[in-house]
């Protein structure tokens, strides 16, 4: 089946820094990915939909310049977390798919997170 | 507030069947997705229903689904230990494509 890999699993990073988390479609071209950001002992929260060649589109209330989304390529997505506070240790999630939207042939599929954690 | 509702825990026993439920609230949610979530890990598709569909039946996942009532479920008979999880209904905006999830319902087994 398809599968999205996700990297680092995990990471811990000094205040002040930035921390980029990759995602990967690795047998199918993902013409679409969707960042989640899990809080403890709650739902996911989608942070915004990254689609291939343009801007991503970010859900109210996420900051855009501070969780920075890259699509450069059909297989390759990338959030990066700038100038990381200890509030935005989390465990964040990405999925893809290759659906076009209004097609809806194929469920999303997830990579298995990464804990960031800021100290 | 939380388009998709469901119970936050559940406990059931070893060889016993596991229904776990779920509300939505969009009519026009075309799929309707269950995740299963290990620690630590990523989200898992278990399985799936399309909206015109009453159930479906993957060995031991049946998954009903009532449309009037909005109301999805999924069954996991014989439960066993590693079937111990969080459980996340969700639904699919048609008009974005986007899945709203549930809290997730974490099923802990007792032996």
């Not at chain 1, 990471?11 to 013409?31: H, N, P």
């Not at chain 1, 689609?51 to 959030?79: C, P, R, W």
Request: one cysteine or more; proline letters at 3%.
């Amino acid at each position: 089946g398809a599968v999205v890999s996700q990297h680092p699993s995990w990471v811990i990073c000094k205040s002040g820094t930035s921390v980029k988390i990759e995602c990967r479609s690795l047998d199918f071209q993902a013409t679409t990915m969707f960042w989640y950001r899990q809080f403890p002992k709650q739902s996911l929260m989608l942070m915004a939909t990254s689609n291939e060649g343009s801007k991503a589109t970010y859900e109210q209330g996420v900051e855009k310049d501070k969780f920075l989304i890259n699509h450069a390529s059909l297989t390759l997505s990338t959030l990066t977390v700038t100038s990381a506070h200890p509030e935005d240790s989390s465990f964040y999630i990405c999925s893809a798919n290759s659906r076009m939207i209004g097609s809806y042939n194929s469920p999303l599929h997830f990579g298995n997170g990464t804990r960031l954690t800021v100290t | 507030g939380e388009d998709v509702e469901q119970s936050l825990f559940l406990s059931v026993r070893e060889g016993d069947s596991s229904v776990i439920n779920c509300t939505y609230t969009d009519s026009s949610s075309t799929y309707l997705y269950w995740y299963k979530q290990e620690p630590g890990a990523g989200l898992q598709l278990l399985t799936y229903i399309f909206s015109n569909m009453d159930m479906k039946q993957d060995q031991r996942l049946t998954v009903l689904l009532n449309k009037k009532d909005k109301h999805l479920s999924l069954r996991i008979a014989d439960t066993q230990t590693g079937d111990s999880a969080i459980y996340f209904c969700a639904e699919i905006k048609p008009r974005d494509d986007k899945i709203i999830f549930g809290k997730g319902t974490r099923l802990h087994i007792l032996p």
